[in-house]
């Protein structure tokens, strides 16, 4: 009975969610496309703790559980960090900030 | 109840019905492409009386589509060859799928995961078990009492607080599943991290309800500390299960790449060490089949590990193990590969 109830419950949790989420992303997609016309894809463009790089979002996120990985070509990275900003809980905007730093 | 399972699932069904225009849409040119990625690994474990040799393939298909999805899974396939005196070599595989699992990142603070995963609980099962990321062959004791797969659905994601504070979540729910490739039990839980990016500290606690058979609690805490000044980090994780046991473990790792001499190979090496304890419940209640010591048992580790190339590590081991049964060493060698290829075109 608890279970079902537990069910019930993360179901209209996620339900709801996809579609919060849904509104957001239309409505953010507009502003992010606007600024990145009008910025360029650059630490400042992300959240990140005050006077960091993204080489140092990398270090702080990725070479903390693993040693530096052989590096990839843009897309296959682009995979990867995806991936990894699922596995490991990583912010989006760090997870951006690595992915400019893999891809220097 | 009936009527609410079925508004919640009609809700679920309208959610992704209104998402569907967003829905798995492959764009490979501006997009990530698929990957064939995972290790192969090769470890041996010595202890008096007994050697084991283990190899283990775990490939991973990444398939990721359009900017919000990804299709993600794990084979992993382990054999077990083990020797005693006098006894002919005995082996046995095990295959299974770790996880296959869809994600869809819905903004930037929420994933919703579906399909089988690996349960969020603690640091250990999540981030560190592969072989080729682990530091010692031999999982902690307390992974024995977490669960380690989960079939359901689970959200997660990451917000961050200001300039000195990510906070990470995931909450699941799993069903019952009895198969041998891709079991589960029916159980619902949380790990909620407290990221603190400029000290590179991470400290985490976990919770899971067990919801068949005897409903009992699992929780947990973890922290992981990366310093800022010298090239180590430490990690922590504590478990502990009304029915089953408790226990933690400790590790730390120096990459000794500021060593003065055999610059060459110490710029490619590491050291650990790790200290982990399990305290069994004075009762043994659901141990059944799980992989933990039938008594209070402490254990040691100090490894070295060599980066041959970035993808090849090798490393070797020490520890000695303090249980009922009789004290012993155990030395353990092992290599690990890990790869990363394209899947049909590969990308610029």
Request: glycine share 8%; charged share 20%; net charge positive.
């Amino acid at each position: 009975m608890k279970a079902k109830v537990v069910l019930s419950m993360l179901l209209t949790i996620s339900a709801m969610g996809v579609l919060i989420a849904q509104t957001t992303t239309t409505s953010t997609a507009v502003n992010s496309k606007q600024s990145q016309a009008s910025q360029p894809q650059s630490a400042k463009a992300w959240h990140l703790p005050k006077g960091w790089t993204a080489d140092q979002a990398y270090k702080a996120n990725c070479t903390r559980c693993h040693a530096e990985v052989p590096k990839l070509n843009s897309q296959q990275t682009k995979t990867i960090v995806r991936h990894m900003r699922v596995r490991a809980n990583i912010t989006h905007d760090e997870a951006e900030a690595i992915l400019q730093y893999l891809n220097k | 109840m009936k009527q609410f399972s079925f508004f919640a699932v009609l809700v679920l069904l309208f959610a992704v019905s209104a998402t569907a225009q967003d829905a798995p849409q492959y764009t490979q040119p501006e997009g990530g492409v698929p990957l064939l990625t995972g290790f192969v690994g090769f470890g041996t474990t010595f202890q008096p009386g007994q050697q084991q040799l283990s190899p283990t393939i775990s490939p991973i298909v990444l398939v990721p589509f359009g900017e919000k999805w990804l299709v993600e899974s794990e084979l992993e396939i382990e054999g077990d060859y083990t020797h005693t005196p006098n006894q002919p070599w005995d082996h046995s595989w095990d295959k299974g799928f770790e996880y296959a699992q869809v994600d869809y990142l819905a903004n930037k603070y929420l994933t919703v995961v579906v399909g089988r995963f690996l349960t969020p609980f603690g640091i250990y099962n999540e981030r560190l078990h592969p072989g080729w990321v682990r530091n010692f062959q031999a999982a902690p004791y307390i992974v024995g009492l977490e669960m380690t797969d989960s079939n359901g659905g689970q959200l997660r994601g990451a917000v961050p607080i200001g300039n000195f504070l990510d906070i990470n979540y995931a909450g699941f729910f799993s069903a019952s599943v009895n198969n041998s490739w891709e079991g589960s039990t029916r159980a619902a839980g949380e790990r909620v991290g407290f990221f603190f990016p400029k000290a590179r500290l991470e400290v985490g606690t976990s919770f899971q309800r067990q919801l068949q058979d005897t409903h009992v609690n699992t929780i947990g805490a973890d922290a992981i500390w990366q310093s800022n000044k010298l090239p180590m980090d430490v990690r922590f994780e504590y478990a502990r299960n009304r029915f089953v046991g408790s226990g933690y473990w400790f590790e730390g790792a120096y990459r000794m790449r500021r060593i003065g001499f055999l610059k060459p190979l110490m710029r490619k090496s590491q050291t650990e060490l790790r200290f982990e304890q399990f305290f069994a419940p004075s009762v043994m209640g659901m141990v059944g089949d799980m992989e933990l010591p039938d008594s209070n048992a402490k254990r040691f580790f100090g490894g070295w590990s060599c980066w041959i190339r970035p993808d090849v590590r090798t490393n070797f081991s020490y520890g000695r193990e303090f249980i009922d049964s009789g004290d012993h060493n155990v030395w353990t060698v092992g290599l690990t590969y890990r790869f990363a290829f394209p899947l049909g075109g590969g990308g610029k």
